[in-house]
C-alpha cells in the first residue's frame, strides 16, 4: 500500500459540447493519465481553458468524469459507495481559488475547522482545540483567528483558513486550484512560503493547478503541461522549465512574464486557443504550431526523453533515445 501512488488518473476524460458549435470536438479533459507520488507537489499548468480546472473537480469528485478511473492510494474512486465514499473524500481535498467560496459566513473560524475535524472523527473531542490551535500555526495564522468570521479577515488569511480546513481532514492529496492567484503580489509570495513550508511538514501529496510558471518553478518539484484537454509534456519542474521540448511549452514559458527581459523572445504560437479548428486524431497544438509539419496530422505518441521527461510531439521523437507507442490520450 505504501508503494502505492497517493493519485492515479487513468484515462480521464470528461467532455463538453458546445450547443453553438455541434461539429467542432468537444472541450474539457480528454483521456488525461498521471501519478502524484506521495508527498509530492505536481504542478498543472497550461492556458486559461485548457481543462486545468475541470481535471481538479474530478479528481476530488465535484465533477463526474464521462470515462476514465481515479486512484487514490488503493481505492478506485468510480467504484465507491457509502463508507468507502466518505473515506474517498476526507483523503482528496480541494483549495479554491478563491476560499470564500468555501468558506460559511456565518462560522467563525474555530467552528468551521472543527466540523472538518468531526465530520472525519480525526481526533477525539477533549483533543479538538489543541488539533485546531497547531494546524492555525501550521498555516501561519495568530490563535485569536480562530474566534474570527469570514469578513473580519483578509483574503490571505482566509485562504490560510481553507488550507487550514483542508488539512484537518488528514488527506493523502489536496488540489489547490490557482490558491494565491487572487490574492495581492505581497501576500500571495508570503502563502506561497507558508505552502512550502508545509511540503515537509505534513504528509499530503499537492496537485497545484496554476497558469503562473514562476509560481510553479517555486513550489513543484515536477510538471504537468496541458493543453486543450492533453497533457502535452510532463517531468521534473527544472528539466521542463528550463528545458521544454515541445513546442507549446516553449511558448507557454515564452509568453510568461519576466521581470529581466529575455535575450531570445522564443517560439510563439499563432492565434488563440480554439478546439473547432483541431481534429480528433491530430496533434492539438498542430493549427497554432510554427514548427508543424504534416506528420502532425497524426496525433504524436508520448516520448520518453530521460527520467520522467515525456513530450507528445512528433520532435522529440526525432531526438528521444526511446518510443514509447501510445497517444498522449491513450496513456495508461
Ligand atoms: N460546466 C461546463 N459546461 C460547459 N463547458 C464547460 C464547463 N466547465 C468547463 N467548461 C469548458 O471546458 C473548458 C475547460 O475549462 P476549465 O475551467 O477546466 O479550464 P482551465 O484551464 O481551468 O481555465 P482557467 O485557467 O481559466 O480556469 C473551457 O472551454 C470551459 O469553457
Not at 507537489?41 to 465533477?63: D, H
Not at 510568461?256 to 480554439?274: C, F, H, N, Q, W
Request: with cysteine.
Amino acid at each position: 500500500m505504501n508503494d502505492l501512488p497517493s493519485l492515479s488518473v487513468r484515462k480521464l476524460t470528461k467532455l463538453f459540447s458546445d450547443p453553438d458549435r455541434p461539429d467542432a470536438i468537444s472541450v474539457g479533459v480528454r483521456g488525461v493519465s498521471f501519478d502524484v507520488e506521495r508527498g509530492e507537489v505536481v504542478g498543472l499548468i497550461g492556458e486559461s481553458g485548457c481543462g486545468k480546472t475541470t481535471l481538479g473537480r474530478c479528481i476530488v469528485g465535484l465533477q463526474s468524469a464521462d470515462s476514465g478511473d481515479i486512484v487514490v492510494g488503493d481505492t478506485i474512486f468510480s467504484a465507491l459507495r457509502g463508507k468507502a465514499l466518505r473515506r474517498f473524500r476526507k483523503n482528496v481535498q480541494i483549495v479554491f481559488q478563491r476560499p470564500e467560496t468555501s468558506l460559511n459566513p456565518r462560522m467563525s473560524v474555530y467552528t468551521f475547522v472543527r466540523q472538518a475535524l468531526r465530520n472525519f472523527a480525526t481526533v477525539r473531542k477533549g483533543e479538538e482545540r489543541v488539533r485546531i490551535e497547531a494546524l492555525a500555526a501550521l498555516v501561519g495564522l495568530r490563535p485569536d483567528t480562530l474566534d474570527r468570521f469570514p469578513h473580519q479577515l483578509s483574503g490571505g488569511e482566509r485562504q490560510r483558513v481553507a488550507m487550514m480546513r483542508a488539512l484537518a481532514c488528514e488527506p493523502e492529496l489536496i488540489v489547490l486550484d490557482e490558491p494565491t492567484s487572487a490574492l495581492d503580489v505581497s501576500v500571495q509570495a508570503q502563502v506561497l512560503r507558508t505552502l512550502k513550508d508545509l511540503q515537509g511538514e505534513v504528509g499530503a501529496s499537492f496537485l497545484f493547478i496554476s497558469h503562473d510558471v514562476a509560481v510553479v518553478r517555486y513550489i513543484c518539484s515536477r510538471v504537468l503541461v496541458m493543453y486543450l484537454g492533453v497533457i502535452v509534456e510532463e517531468g521534473p519542474s527544472e528539466t521542463v522549465l528550463a528545458h521544454p521540448v515541445h513546442p507549446y511549452t516553449q511558448a507557454l514559458l515564452a509568453a510568461a512574464p519576466r521581470i529581466t527581459p529575455k535575450p531570445d523572445p522564443g517560439l510563439s504560437l499563432t492565434g488563440e486557443l480554439v478546439l473547432g479548428d483541431v481534429r480528433p486524431h491530430e496533434c492539438p497544438v498542430r493549427p497554432r504550431c510554427p514548427l508543424a509539419h504534416d506528420r502532425c496530422h497524426k496525433a504524436p505518441p508520448m516520448a520518453d526523453l530521460s527520467s520522467g521527461h515525456r513530450a507528445a510531439c512528433w520532435l522529440a521523437h526525432d531526438s528521444a533515445p526511446s518510443t514509447n507507442m501510445t497517444t498522449a490520450r491513450e496513456r495508461t
